[in-house]
């Protein structure tokens, strides 16, 4: 009888491959405090680590107890505008529809930028983020936001193992 444990491999990988490369998957995650109210927004940014960065997509979801209307009146609906920049480029020319440009939780897919972003390293990505109805949370909430993540997506240089 054999018990040797077997060990799942990436297919292009072998137990040769000490170093598989400099390049690694790298996510980078945002908090942003929505408000409630139809065309409330609010900003926050991202800075990366000081190494090289190629941003493939974004993924988002709201925080918190979701799809069930009584408790607490929050849904995966993707009806908030997303719009992003970095400190020398617009990346759009207005707000988006988050499901509809970047796919998301509640039609179960992410959609891939057309061509990724690279970054040298240390800089910071702004979102705007922009509720497109007024939502009303059971019970009251303590404050008037909900919690929305974004998830920075992509590939980054770790450099070579010692």
């Known amino acids: 009888m054999n018990t040797q444990q077997k060990v ?3 297919a292009l990988l072998s137990r040769f491959d000490a170093d598989p490369g400099p390049w690694r998957p790298m996510y980078y995650p945002i908090v942003i405090p929505v408000p409630l109210e139809a065309n ?3 900003e926050g940014s991202v800075t990366i680590n000081n190494q090289p960065f190629i941003w493939t ?5 709201i925080l918190g107890n979701t799809g069930d209307p009584e408790t607490s009146g929050l849904y995966q609906d993707g009806q908030y505008l997303i719009e992003f920049k970095d400190e020398q480029s617009n990346y759009q020319s207005a707000p988006m529809a988050a499901s509809a440009v970047f796919g998301g939780p509640a039609v179960g897919y992410l959609i891939d930028f057309p061509l990724p972003i690279p970054f040298p390293g240390s800089k910071t990505i702004t979102f705007r983020i922009t509720n497109t109805y007024t939502r009303i949370l059971t019970p009251d909430p303590a404050e008037p936001v909900f919690n929305l993540q974004i998830g920075l ?4 240089d770790w450099g ?3």
């Open 160 to 162: 070579s193992l010692l």
């Open 8 to 10: 799942a491999r990436n």
């Open 153 to 156: 997506g992509g590939v980054a």
């Open 57 to 61: 997509f974004i993924g988002h979801q």
């Open 40 to 42: 409330g927004s609010e």
